[in-house]
């Protein structure tokens, strides 16, 4: 049974950081790429970020670029999302998933259909 568990959300200030975590137990960690997704209330859930197998490749939704930053430690399960210059509008669920394969092209890793298992969820508010 694959399960992921995200921990790391909370309440913070526009501006401020939060370090979201994920760990992945059931499966082989490592063979797979992770990628992180956000939904706001009455909203669509969107890409946030993804990593490759391996970290051969990262990509960002461009609203994020040069403030999140997605890593992976295969021998600790975990995929991290470092969030940094927080702004009121990141502010939404933040749900990590595991895809079905170890590789994904860029506008493939932007598509929930290419997850196979998703995390509970874990909230972040950020305050204007």
């Known amino acids: 049974q694959v399960q992921l568990v995200e921990s790391g959300g909370g309440l913070v200030q526009a501006g401020g950081s939060l370090r979201l975590s994920c760990v992945v137990s059931g499966r082989t960690f490592s063979s797979y790429a992770m990628g992180w997704f956000r939904q706001a209330p009455g909203k669509e859930r969107e890409f946030v970020a993804s990593i490759m197998w391996k970290s051969v490749s990262k990509y960002y939704v461009d609203s994020v670029k040069g403030r999140f930053t997605i890593d992976r430690v295969d021998a600790k399960n975990t995929v991290y999302l470092q969030m940094n210059s927080l702004k009121p509008e990141d502010t939404a669920v933040y749900y990590c998933?595991?895809?079905?394969?170890?590789?994904?092209?860029?506008?493939?890793?932007?598509?929930?259909?290419?997850?196979?298992?998703w995390g509970q969820g874990t909230q972040v508010t950020v305050s204007s």
């Open positions: 998933a595991t895809a079905a394969r170890g590789f994904l092209r860029e506008r493939e890793s932007w598509e929930t259909t290419e997850y196979q298992y």
